[in-house]
Every structure is written in C-alpha cells, then in structure tokens.
C-alpha cells in the first residue's frame, strides 16, 4: 500500500517536472526570435581587451561585405589606430575611399581621397537612396549597432558595468554573430516571405529584407585564418563592437582604478575607526 502511494507520488511528481519543463521551453511561438547563444568575448572581465587580431579580420569582412550597403558614419579612419594599425596604415587605407569636399574656389563641389580624420565613408548620400537601392529597407548605419542591440546596458556606473562582465554589451555581439553567423536558414512551413525577405531565426518577426551577406571564404583573410561564415560574423562583431565602445577599455581602467581606491579607503577608514574606539576605550 504504503509502495503504491510512494509510486503514485512519484509519477506525479515526475509528470509536474515534465509540464514545467515543458512551460519552461514553450514551442517558439510565430514571430518570436530563437535566443542567440553566448559566445565568448576577449573584452569580457575586469582587464579583458578587444582581440587585435580579431577586430582587423572583422574591418576586412566590413570593408569588403557590409560597406556596400552599411555606413560605419561615427567613426574616423584615424581610430583605427585603436585596433592596431599604424598610421601609415591608415593613412593609405582612408586613400583607397573618396569624400566629396568643397566647394573650391568656383563654388564646385569635389571628390577627393579620405584622409585619417574623415569619418567612413558611407555607400549611400541619405536614407532615401539607400532605401531605393534595397527594395525599401534601410540598412542601418553599423557604428552603434552593437549597443543599440545590445539588452541592460547603459546609464549610470558605465564604468562599473564595463568592467564586470558587461553581460549586456555582449549580448549585442551576440546577436550580431548569430544573426549572420547562424541565422539564415529555410523559412518554417507557413511562413510566407515577401519579395526581396530571406528568413532568419534572430530577426525579430523572421524576415529580413538583407540578402545573406556571408559566405564561406566569401573574403581571403590577410592572416591566412580560415574564413567560415561563423568566423567571419564573430570577427566583424568584435570590429562593431569596438566601434560602439572604443572607448571600453580606458573606462575598465578607471574602473578598476576606482576600486581599488575605494579598496583603500575603506581600510583607512576601518584603521581610523578602530584607533578611535581604541583610545575612547582607555579612558
Ligand atoms: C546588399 C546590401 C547589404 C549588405 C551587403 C549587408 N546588409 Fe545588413 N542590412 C541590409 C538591409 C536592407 C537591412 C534592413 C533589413 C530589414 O530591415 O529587414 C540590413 C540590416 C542589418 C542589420 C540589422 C538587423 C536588425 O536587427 O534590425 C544588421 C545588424 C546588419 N544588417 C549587419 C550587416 C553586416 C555586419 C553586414 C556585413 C557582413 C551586412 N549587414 C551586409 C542590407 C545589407
């Protein structure tokens, strides 16, 4: 009797862990986006930094994939310098681009090479034209996408977050590799796409009106690293990355600067305190 009851209750219990599992992981339901998983990040910690190499990998795969619809318009050739290059570098590679300067001495407007402290040139002159070329859509300027995707960052104590893990900033870059890296893939049965739409699993709603822009050694990376699409999002995300938070690793620093002052301090005020009471004690 008493192995009956023990049974009974263990099937129910087996069956209440099965439904709240079950609740746990809902089926994904029409138009809500698959949860891009957590990649490793160098700039994670207290004293993590943006990987060099990684980050040139990804200006390449910007230079050469997304910089024909994407504009990078809040960062100048001359940060580059951040990442690793030289000025000479950056230099001959701002060449390579023309920004339209002027008006010269007859009032014309001209093209001429960019210089270290232009900012990126961007593919379209406005919104407008760069709807026109996509169907429609307006492929967003990249220089805060990392952010602006990102969840629980910003405001106050910036400097705090950043020098934890700063789970919030990554989970832009997150985003960004599984969106590219991972998330093209057939449209479920009964999803119907229009025109000029691919699906992709991390696109909140599933459609996306940008063309699957990697493809495997779609660029020859200069390093000689295999150039899988995987590689290619998680190398272009550290670049974005750095461009939304060039600024991340003096902010660590100071960071940790500040703690270990405050770490400093608290021990002067605990040896004050004591010597206080000590004396008041004597007498
Ligand atoms: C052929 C043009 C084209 C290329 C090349 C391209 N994109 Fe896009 N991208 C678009 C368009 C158009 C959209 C807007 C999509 C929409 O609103 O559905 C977009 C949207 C995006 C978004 C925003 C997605 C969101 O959450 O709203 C990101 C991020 C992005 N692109 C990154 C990139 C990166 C990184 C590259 C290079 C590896 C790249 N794109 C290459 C056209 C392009």
């Known amino acids: 009797m008493r192995n009956a009851f023990k049974s009974a209750g263990l ?8 439904g709240t599992l079950g609740f746990a992981q809902p089926a994904q339901a029409a138009g809500e986006a698959a949860k891009p998983p957590q990649m490793e990040w160098s700039w994670t910690g207290p004293f993590g930094t943006f990987d060099r190499a990684s980050a040139q990998r990804g200006l390449q795969v910007y230079t050469q994939v997304c910089a024909s619809c994407h504009g990078l318009e809040q960062v100048a050739y001359r940060n580059l310098t951040d990442i690793g290059y030289t000025e000479d570098q950056v230099k001959e590679f701002a060449a390579q681009f023309e920004v339209e300067d002027g008006p010269n001495e007859f009032g014309e407007m001209f ?6 402290s232009d900012k990126f040139v961007s593919p379209f002159p406005n919104e407008q034209a760069a709807r026109s070329a996509n169907g429609g859509a307006y492929p967003p300027d990249l220089s805060l996408i990392i952010k602006n995707r990102a969840h629980g960052f910003g405001g106050i104590g910036q400097n705090f977050l950043a ?3 700063i789970k919030g900033f990554s989970s832009g870059a997150d985003y960004m590799h599984a969106l590219l890296g991972l998330g093209y893939v ?16 991390y696109m909140p709603g599933g459609a996306i009106a940008m063309p699957p822009p990697l493809y495997p050694d779609g660029v020859e990376y200069e390093d000689g690293t295999e150039a899988t699409v995987e590689q290619q999002a998680y190398d ?3 670049f974005l990355a750095w461009a939304s938070e060039p600024k991340l690793e003096e902010r660590k620093q100071t960071g940790v600067k500040v703690l270990i002052f405050l770490a400093l301090f608290t021990g ?14 004597k007498h």
């Open 186 to 201: 057939d449209a479920p049965e009964g999803v119907d796409l229009l025109p000029g739409q691919w699906y992709n699993e």
């Open 111 to 116: 093209f001429r090479p960019a210089e270290p």
């Open 268 to 281: 002067l005020l605990i040896a004050v305190k004591r010597q206080t009471w000590a004396d008041v004690k």
């Open 11 to 18: 099937v129910a219990a087996a069956a209440a862990l099965v």
């Open 236 to 238: 272009v995300a550290t």
């Open 163 to 165: 020098m934890l893990q």
